[in-house]
Structures are given as structure tokens and as C-alpha cells.
């Protein structure tokens, strides 16, 4: 059974960090480029940064540079997303996706964690 599982959310201050994760099972998931997304109250999904199967491309909408990075583990089969800075803005449920093709539809998609930033 294919399965993605992001863990990591909560409440933090503005300014703070969090570390999201996202883990798989159920396919091989060195061969799967991972994305994050995240969907605000009222937004549509938006892009929030990329990582391609082995690691050596990354990319990252304009308003988290320098302040996210993604990595990968593929021993651990998970996805890393590191969020310093954090601003009300970034509020939002995060989601990852896998997909097997450059620019291609995402294949799967996890259920989301919830991260807010308040103070």
C-alpha cells in the first residue's frame, strides 16, 4: 500500500522553526522527485519546494528562499523540509506529493500536517 505521511507541524512564533517530514512506503521511492506544497484558508495549493530523486536539483518558490531547505534520506525513505524564520504567512496545511516523471502530474500525495504561526 502506498502511503506519505507528513509529521512535524504545529503552532510556532513568528521566527521560530520547524522540520517537516515526510515518509514513504509502498514504492520505490528513490526513483520519485518529492514536492512540498502548502494551502492556505481560502488559497489554492501553492508550491513550496522540490527535490529530485537523487538530490542534486532543488528548487524553491521565490517567498522561502533562504529560508526553507529540502533534503532527502532515501535510506529512511523520507523527505525533509527545514522552515527557519517562520512568518504568519507561511501558515498553512503542507503537503508532500511523489511523482516518478519530471514535470509530470503528481502520483501520490500525503494527508497534510497543519502548520501555523502565531504569536
Known amino acids: 500500500q502506498v502511503q506519505l505521511v507528513e509529521s512535524g507541524g504545529g503552532l510556532v512564533q513568528p521566527g521560530g522553526s520547524l522540520r517537516l517530514s515526510c515518509a514513504a512506503s509502498g514504492f520505490t521511492f528513490s526513483n520519485y522527485g518529492i514536492g512540498w506544497y502548502r494551502q492556505a484558508p481560502g488559497k489554492e495549493r501553492e508550491f513550496v519546494a522540490y527535490?529530485?530523486?537523487?538530490?542534486?536539483?532543488?528548487n524553491y518558490t521565490p517567498s522561502v528562499k533562504g529560508r526553507f531547505t529540502i533534503s532527502r534520506d532515501n535510506a529512511k525513505n523520507t523527505v525533509y523540509l527545514q522552515m527557519n524564520s517562520l512568518k504568519p504567512d507561511d501558515t498553512a496545511v503542507y503537503y508532500c506529493?511523489?511523482?516518478?516523471?519530471?514535470?509530470?502530474?503528481?502520483?501520490?500525495w500525503g494527508q497534510g500536517t497543519q502548520v501555523t504561526v502565531s504569536s
Open positions: 506529493g511523489a511523482r516518478l516523471t519530471w514535470g509530470a502530474a503528481y502520483d501520490y
Open positions: 527535490i529530485t530523486s537523487v538530490g542534486d536539483i532543488r
